[in-house]
């Protein structure tokens, strides 16, 4: 069965860095399409980065710039690199399959930048 497991959130100050991680089993992501979403109270979960089987990455206008998403095949794990942070960055962070217009979600990691 998928199992999506988040790991690296924590308390940062504006301008600092993050980098999350996904610990996948029951898939091999370097043959998924692979993807970051955020959550923040009372808004919508937003995409923030993909990465396809092919290496294409896809990123927000938001994180453009400031985000890498990437992968380590033999980990069988996903990265989301995040520097410059700002505290519109605040949100639950959580890692998505999609197969069959069904998701499979991570719990989430919490991210929190203080200004």
């Known amino acids: 069965q998928v199992h999506l497991v988040e790991s690296g959130g924590g308390l940062v100050q504006a301008g600092g860095s993050l980098r999350l991680s996904c610990a996948a089993s029951g898939i091999i992501v370097s043959i998924n399409t692979m993807n970051w979403y955020r959550q923040a109270p009372g808004k919508q979960r937003e995409l923030v980065a993909a990465?396809?089987?092919?290496?294409?990455?896809n990123y927000a206008d938001s994180a453009k710039g400031r985000f890498t998403i990437s992968r380590d095949n033999a980990k069988n794990t996903v990265y989301l690199q995040m520097n410059s942070l700002k505290p519109e960055d605040t949100a639950v962070y959580f890692c998505?399959?999609?197969?069959?217009?069904?998701?499979?979600w991570g719990q989430g990691t919490q991210v929190t930048v203080s200004s």
């Open positions: 990465i396809n089987s092919g290496g294409f990455t």
């Open positions: 998505n399959f999609r197969r069959s217009y069904y998701d499979y």
